[in-house]
């Protein structure tokens, strides 16, 4: 594996609220091909590392039902911990569209290699309020707006330096 890590984009098939005053959104996704019996359970030094990366104004984030984060909205002053930094990687393939290559400062890292799941449920909690537009084409489903922010899982290769 390359020392960039690889991006698997989670930014379309969300579930949108059902409720506008509590505006959270639900993706569910699949373990990443590769890891082969990585996950719960799993030897943490062994193979490569999952994490996950939350860009934009998420209060929470919860996985298979375990709380990842809470955060203030970025409307309230804050610093991102030193370990969030990140170089984005140069490969372009599963990344964000060029317009949003570069990593905003506002992103929330969590190395989940322990909770990834054959089938997981990610949900998160967005700051932004209000009423959702999009097309619920695809069974109710939609792309996670621009606004709640961008969503992606990153493939590390074990012993990479500067992601986890």
Do not use: K
Not at 77 to 84: F, R, V
Not at 97 to 117: K, M, V, W
């Amino acid at each position: 594996m390359a020392d960039n890590p690889h991006r698997i984009s989670l930014s379309a098939a969300w579930e949108p609220p059902l409720d506008p005053a509590r505006p959270v959104w639900v993706r569910r996704f699949g373990r990443p091909a590769g890891l082969g019996d990585q996950g719960r359970g799993a030897h943490p030094a062994a193979g490569p590392r999952v994490v996950l990366v939350v860009a934009g104004d998420a209060v929470a984030v919860v996985l298979n039902g375990i709380p990842l984060a809470v955060e203030p909205p970025a409307s309230q002053e804050h610093e991102p911990p030193a370990s969030q930094e990140h170089e984005p990687p140069a490969s372009q393939e599963h990344e964000p569209p060029a317009s949003q290559e570069h990593e905003p400062p506002a992103c929330q890292r969590h190395d989940i290699t322990q909770l990834i799941a054959a089938r997981n449920e990610l949900r998160l909690t967005s700051a932004v309020v209000g009423r959702v537009v999009g097309n619920p084409a695809r069974h109710g489903r939609i792309d996670l707006p621009e606004a709640v922010g961008r969503v992606w899982l990153e493939i590390v290769a074990d012993g990479a330096t500067g992601s986890a």
